[in-house]
Nanobody, 120 residues
């Protein structure tokens, strides 16, 4: 089992910045992909950004140029830095860790979610 512990989000003014972190613990040594997803009320969970163990990144179009994802493999921790926050960024942010469990199968682990509110 893998446990993901997220830092607290919070209230941020429009145009402000925010940093999130998520640390993984448990018996799994290799986490191939870590990422952040978010879910606003009444919507489906959506991608924010992902990063592979080798450093390859992928960002949602809505956050490109404003978000930076990084990870520390030794600490099994993923980070998200967001700038120029907008009201549309308001959501519960979930940390994700994807582990390959077979040739074509994967297992996703999720953090409990942390609330990020962008409002003046």
């Amino acid at each position: 089992q893998v446990q993901l512990v997220e830092s607290r989000g919070g209230l941020v003014q429009p145009g402000g910045s925010l940093s999130l972190s998520c640390a993984a613990s448990g018996s799994i040594l290799n986490i191939y992909t870590m990422g952040w997803y978010r879910q606003a009320p009444g919507t489906q969970r959506e991608l924010v950004a992902t990063i592979t163990s080798s450093g390859g990144t992928n960002y949602a179009d809505s956050v490109k140029g404003r978000a930076t994802i990084s990870r520390d493999n030794a600490k099994k921790t993923v980070y998200l830095q967001m700038n120029s926050l907008k009201a549309e960024d308001t959501a519960v942010y979930y940390c994700n860790a994807r582990i390959r469990t077979g040739v074509i199968t994967v297992t996703d682990y999720w953090g409990q979610g942390t609330q990020v509110t962008v409002s003046s």
